[in-house]
Structure formats: C-alpha cells, structure tokens
C-alpha cells in the first residue's frame, strides 16, 4: 500500500521576525525588572516647603473648619506640585531614552501608591463631623494627622518597593511620625505633620535629587 505523501512544513518564519520577537521580549522584562527612578527630588523639597508654610498657617486658625480647610488646601498644592514634577521628569526620561513615558515601572510604582491616598480622603470625610467645624481646633478627630501621616507613609513605602532605595526609607519615616502622633498622648498634630509632610520630606527630596537627578 502507498503511503501518502506528508504536507510540506509551514515555512519558518524569518530570521529577522524572531530576533524582533525575542528583542521586544527582552526589553518588556528588563523594563519590568528595573526601578521607578522618576521620582521629584525637587518636587518633595517643593511640597516639603508648602508643607510647612501650611502648618504655620493652620497653627494660627480659630476653628477646626479652617485648620481642616488650610490642609486639605495643601493636600491639593502638593498633589498638583508632585504631580506635574514627575510628570516633567518623567517625560525627560522618555525623551532620553526613547521609552514610553508611562513605562511598567511607573504603572507599579502609581497602583502601589494611590490605593493609600483615596483611603485617607475617606476616612477624612468619614471621621470629621461637619456640625464640629465651628469649634476650635481640639474639635479635628484626635486620629486624623497621625492617619494622615500614616497612610501617606504606606502608600510611599509600598510604591517604594518600585523605586530607588531612598523612596521607601522616607515612607517608613513618615509611618514613624503617624505612629507617634497616633500613640503619644499629648504630641502636638500640627508639630508631626510639619515634620512629616515638610522637614522630612525636604531631607529626602535633596538626597534624591543629588543622587538621582531633579
């Protein structure tokens, strides 16, 4: 009995179609292997700054609603400070090197640190009870900076584990100063978040932008 003849093989594909393929797999893991280094340097010193401005500003108001209302003024300050400086410094990084802006780094890097923040703006609006803002100041929820403080600081040391390795060190700082100011009867709020948000943060925003750029 004859046996039939087999197909003829598919032809291979091109020598350059692989080495395309096996390239643009290369770089995806590198990309996904390497850390965020767009972080502001400069940035933080400019929000540090805001920061501390802030905190004299609130320590002379006469009612918890305008204390509430000078933070959350900065909160909004230091997200558009922060944002637009990383932003920049990320798009110079993309220019240089001819990399998408929003690279796997990044995407890790902003999911590992917003999840913190949206917790924090509900639990604010949770915790403050809208009748207690014409009172004085003792009428902001004892809780409220050190959780500040506190969720700022996991959202950083978590986006961190992206990051360079002075990143999560300033998250674990900024979880310190939440910690006291959540444990220690008596710590003045608006002092731990001067530090926190401002003294702190400055400290690092140099070391950052000495050694990793602006």
Known sequence: MATPLRQPPADP?????RAIQDLSFIRRTMEGASSFTDVPGWGLVGLGLTAVAAALFAGAQANAGQ????????AGIGASIGGIATW???RRRGRAAGAPMLSAPARKFLFGFYPAMLAGAVLTFALVDPSSLTRDVTAIPRVLPGLWLLLYGVG???AGAFSVRAV???GAGLMTF????LVVPGVSATL???FGFGVWQIAFGIWIARRHGG
């Open 13 to 17: 594909p091109a020598l350059h179609d």
């Open 67 to 74: 204390w509430l209302g000078v933070w959350l003024c900065e």
């Open 88 to 90: 920049r410094k990320m």
């Open 156 to 158: 950083i040391t978590t």
């Open 168 to 170: 999560p060190l300033m």
């Open 178 to 181: 939440g910690t006291v100011a």
């Open 192 to 194: 731990m978040l001067a």
